[in-house]
Structures are given as C-alpha cells and as structure tokens.
C-alpha cells in the first residue's frame, strides 16, 4: 500500500476543497466562513443538461464562483497551490493513491462507517429500513472508505425524511465535526469495527415500483424521489406514497387497484394497500394521484396494465 503524506499537526495552515454536488455546498461555505485558507476547490467538469445541452456547472463550483476561490476541474491541481490538507465531500471520483502520496485529504462520509462503505450510502440506509444514521470525518487512503474514523455523529431516520431531506440534514450535522478536524487537527483516529456493507451506486431498475412488493419496500423507494412504475408501457413516476389503513378485499393480488378516493388512488401490495399520493406521468407536471386517475380511467389492475 502507497505511504499516506503525513496529515498536518494541529490547525490546517491552507487546503484544497474537493466537492461537486449540492450536497457539498454547506461545508465551502462553512470552511470560508471560518476564516479556513481555501486555496482551490477541485470538481467535476460542466455537464450538458436540459434540451439545448447547454453547459451547466456544478453547484460547488457556483458556490466557489460566488465566494471568489479558484476552481479548477483537473484533480493533479490541488498539489499546485501549497496545501497542507484536502478535504473531501461528494466529490464523485476516487482520488488516485498518487496524488494521496502527496497531499493528505480527509472525507465527510455520510454513514455510520463500516456501515455503507460508497457512493450511495444515504439512499442504501433509506432503501434498507435503517432507523439511524450519521456522518464520519475519515482519512480519505487506497480502499474505499475504509480510512480511519476522526469523529462521527449519529442521526436518527424519520419517517417523514426523502433523499434531500435527509442529505441536508447530515450534511449540517457534519459541519461542527468537520471545522473541529481542519482549525484544531484530526488527531489519530480510531480503526473502522464492525461487518461492513456497501453502497453500490442506485441504479434505475432498484426504483422500479411492482406492487408485488411490502408496502415498506415500495414507500422506500418514493422516498428516494424518483420512484416508477410501469403503466401501459411508459414509466409512472410515484412522487409520493403512503400506507393505506384501508383493507385489502379478500381475493384481491398485488396491483389491484382498491379504492379511488379524494385522498388517492389506494392499490393492493404483496402485504396490505398502499396509497399512491402524487405521480408525474411521462411529459407532464406532478399531479395528486387522484386527478390522475379521474383522467386516466384506470383499469382493475395496474399490473395488468403494465403488461398491455
């Protein structure tokens, strides 16, 4: 394993932010905010997004922009600037053991380490049921998310918490644990105990919603708000979705549709009803699931209608 350059002794003296999604945002602001010298901020190229493709930056390098700091998307820059530290949150790429040989970076991790050890660790907790998590600042080192832990908080799931809920949440967590590590020093650290698990990154099969599902599994999956279903071969998003204390008929199988009412449209899951609350059908605004069905005569079964 590639020798670590040594982390600085106390206080960082001027570091290099590494950080690409919204998500990341908080910590700039609150690093700058605390007089911290941040010398570069490193993030992913500008992305073509929307129907003109035109180039959009990233919301760290927004932030940057506005705070007046250098960006630079070519990760060999942050050796150029005289950093002592890296510091690390969402930035969405592996950081090479050569460039660890000779900057020393810490990590904002969003779990409870070993617990979800990659890139989707706050969707994994909601996807498993998890009733915590929390946030570790690590040693960013050659295994993935396997460096020593520095500090770490606890956060409890709600049950009213989505992906942007819960990310924000943790990401404000993190912020006190993180000034702490870059103006007073990160200390030894303590090894990772426990089994690990990993976050594979979500993939768009994993939110695909068939009423063959738990009512638990298919409220999961709308938590991470871009839930679907099939439904007469385009994709249904489910925007939101409840358990429904309405009882599933004798007889009835999954994706029967039970109940159109003003609160929603309530169809049979493997273990009791489920209320589709709002859905956005392909090429149009979200809607409550109720005007949707009104329009859409909706037939006895939305699985059978996934098979029409």
Not at 243 to 249: D, G, H, L, R, V
Request: charged share 20%; glycine share 10%; with cysteine.
């Amino acid at each position: 394993m590639t020798t670590l350059a040594a982390l600085p002794v106390g206080a960082a003296r001027r570091v290099v932010f590494l950080g690409t999604p919204e998500v990341a945002v908080l910590a700039l602001q609150a690093l700058v905010a605390a007089g911290v010298d941040v010398a570069l901020v490193v993030t992913r190229p500008d992305k073509r997004r929307g129907r003109g493709g035109a180039l959009s930056p990233s919301p760290a390098k927004v932030a940057a922009d506005a705070l007046g700091l250098p960006v630079s998307h070519d990760l060999n820059d942050a050796l150029t600037v005289g950093a002592d530290l890296g510091v690390v949150v969402a930035y969405g790429r592996i950081i090479p053991v050569s460039v660890l040989g000779q900057l020393p970076m810490i990590n904002v991790h969003f779990s409870q380490l070993p617990r979800w050890r990659g890139a989707a660790p706050v969707e994994r907790a909601i996807l498993a049921g998890d009733r915590e998590t929390g946030i570790c600042i690590m040693r960013v080192e050659e295994g993935l998310d396997t460096g020593v832990v520095f500090d770490r908080a606890n956060l409890a799931i709600r049950s009213d918490h989505t992906l942007t809920s819960l990310r924000a949440e943790l990401a404000q967590l993190s912020i006190a644990p993180l000034l702490r590590a870059v103006t007073q020093g990160c200390g030894l650290g303590a090894p990772q105990v426990g089994e690990p698990t990993h976050a594979a990154k979500i993939t768009p099969g994993e939110l695909q919603v068939r009423f063959t599902m738990t009512v638990v599994e298919v409220v999961a999956r709308t938590k991470l708000e871009t839930a679907w279903f099939d439904y007469g071969n385009k994709r249904m998003r489910l925007v939101r979705a409840e358990q429904s204390a309405t009882m599933s008929p004798s007889g009835s199988s999954p994706g029967d549709v039970v109940l159109v009412s003003s609160t929603g449209v309530h169809v049979a899951c493997s273990d009791g009803v489920i209320a589709l609350l709002t859905v956005k059908p392909e090429g149009k605004t979200a809607m409550p699931a109720a005007d949707w069905a009104n329009g859409a005569r909706l037939p006895a079964s939305l699985t059978a209608a996934s098979l029409a």
